[in-house]
């Protein structure tokens, strides 16, 4: 289905949502983007399960993924898709506000495509998440059975 | 007798038989003579008396007639007599009546007549004699009569007695001389021989005998005495000899030396060979010269009242001729030398045992110095178990003062002591003279308990014990053990503790690192939203305030950051591995050249060691450095920055100087502090993080940091870091 949703992004704090959503906005990626507010929605909607059982199947061309959040953390959510043989193939990017090295080093273990601390910046930080949006979202060529929306 | 002195034997002999013979010659003529004198008077007398009364008897009848004339003519008759001289006939009245003269000539005669007598005068005899007629005297005849005759007699005897004399004597002479021999050659004999020994001092000589009689007894007496001399002089140079010999030849230095003067008389071969003086040279001195000066007096002293008798044992400097000092202990005793008064003195070099004495004296008197003055207990235990010394520390550890204790018995004072385990390694070490080391623990009377590291150590006295108080430590041993044996519990528990407050302070930092920055991002982000939405309803100096606000945001963005970072430095877990600070350097210098290429930086880099450390973090401390040494030269047009590196015992010190601004070294102490500034943001931006980073990374490399400057002069900053091992 080329209408689907192409990014998911996991974030629990509304404030972040709505500054990346605007950073998306400026190169009209935002309406690409589903937002989820915990490791576990983030799972469900992965998964299909539970408010997503009924979305449409396909997996998202890029995963934003917050590491600090309630439930289920960002952490264990990236553990989970890399250890999944369906979705181990969605490409992470490790959205964070942490630059500490043990979130690095294990985040890099579980197999995570890329790490972005999130400038204080508000100009960078728009830099940083429109070129994350652009390169997974538009330039990079995403495994097969990605959800794709037609350009 | 002058006659016998000085005249042989033989003359003497000669002397008395001649003196004996004229002796007895002379002898017999004066008898003699004496009785030839006596007679011829006898006989004289008679004559003249016959004569005179022959005249009486003629003369009576011219007495009685008066006939002068007949008495002249009867006096004449007396021509014949050529004897008589004269005579003369008084009458009665005393008249002379009648003379007679010899020679015719006028003879005196004296007016009138003497005494009747007849008596001597000058050479002749006068008589005077009555004349009497029946009983009557009629008158007095005198007659003189000459002794020429007798005069001519006595002559020739002489001349006969001298004849007789001389040749008594001649043959007298020759007898003695026959005689004398036969006694005084033997005697001469003796003489010669006695003169010979005499002169040769040779007692081998022998008189010879040569009759039986007394000189023969003499001869037998002379040669014994001589065998005897003989004998006694053998005994007597035996004697000499081994007393000289032992004089001589004595080990020890002696010499005699004389009472008045006190020069050396005598010296033996070992006083010469100890003293270093030649026998000549110690005959040409004085005992004083032996002497060293200070000891003069004292040796005037005693020679002035040991002047007699003897002296032994007296101690004494003596100087040697290479002026070395020696103690000698003196045994001296008078003596006769030569005729002369000395004194023999032995002489005992003792400097060696005196030293040794002295030595011994003062290592005891040390060892007691010591002993009293130890900071350990030390007792001397007698085989009976009495106290023999104690130091203060022992009498101390005891709790007794010495005076209760010495001379006691540790029994007595310390009732029980003998079941002790202490006791008997003690009795041990009395009765088997071994060692013993222990620490024992004392119950004191009163109940309480001390401990003791005691060593004991068999000694001739006893025994020695050395005690160290050792009841701290052992408290402190025991309150140790039962930490030991809590401490396994005690470090699980904080460590149990220490993991949780650092996961605290890791999920705190974590949450810092997240939640902080969070809310700082969204001012930020809102901020910039609301310039861009309502950018044409805004002031200018809303506007201001709304970029004032962002960046505020985002400089507590920066210092969150760096608080984080500083943080993760001490708690980041080191990787070890060799660091190459040259290699740091270039890299970071590398990496910098786009920043400064506008600037004008003399670089002066000095060798830099390989060390053991942590690379990123040694690079971080670079980074600051070299950073800071950039910053602080800006105001510079030409800036130097010099790095470089000493080695300090076992690290390496390492600098960073520049020729920036300095700082004032009063606040020397805040520069490593966390988000301290010595400089507004205005003139350097900055927030202070970085040298505490470098104190944090260099503190937990083992080394320190330092930094001297003056303001305006350039700053140096150092840190030390630990040699690469091997």
Redesign the interface.
Known sequence: MNSLKSILLAED?P??VE?TL?ALGEHNLANDVVVVNDGAEALDYLYCRGKYETRTPGNPAVVLLD??MPKVDGIQVLKTIKNDESLKTVPVVVL??????RDLVETYRLGVNAYVV??????E?VGAVSQLGIFWAIVNEPPPGTGRKPQ | MRLFDAKTISTKLKMVILSTTLFAVVLVFIGFFIYERVTFRKITLNDIETKADIIAENINAALAFRDSTDAARVLSSMKSQRRIMSAAIYDQEGKLFAVYSRDGQQARFSERPGPDEVRYENDAIVLFKPVSVNGERIGTIHMRMDLLREKERFWSYIQIACIVLLGALGVAYFVATVLERNISLPILNLVAVAQKVSQQQDYSLRAVKTTNDETGILSDAFNDMLIQIQQRDATLQESEERYRYLFKNNPLPMWVFDSETLAFLEVNDAAINHYGYSREEFLHMTIKEIRPPEEVPRLLDDVRQHHRGHDAGSIWKHRKKDGTIIDVEITSHELLFGGREGKLVLANDITEKHRAIEALQRSEERYRTTLDSLQEGCQIIGFDYRYIYLNDVAAKQGRMPKEKLLGKTMMEVYPGIEHSPFFKDLQQCLDQRTPHHLENEFVYPDGSVGWFDLSIEPVPEGVFILSIDITKEKLQEKELKSYREHLEELVAERTKQLEASNKELESF??SV???L??P???V??????LLKHAADRLDEKSRRYLNTV?SS??EM??LI?EL?VFS?MAR?EMHATEVDMGQIVNELLRRMEKDIEQRSIKWNIGLLPVVEGDLSLLRLVFQNLIENAVKYTRTRQQAHIEIGSSPRDNEVVVFVRDNGVGFNMEYKDKLFGVFQRLHSAVEFEGTGIGLANVRRIIQRHGGTVWAESEIDKGATFYFSIPKKKG
């Open positions: 704090n404030k972040d500054l605007e590491l600090k964070t506000s942490s630059r500490e090295e999130k400038p204080v910046e508000f100009q930080f | 930092s974590y690192s997240h939640d920055r969070a700082l991002r969204h930020n982000g809102f901020v910039d939203l962002a945001a985002k963005g920066t950051d984080l993760r980041v």
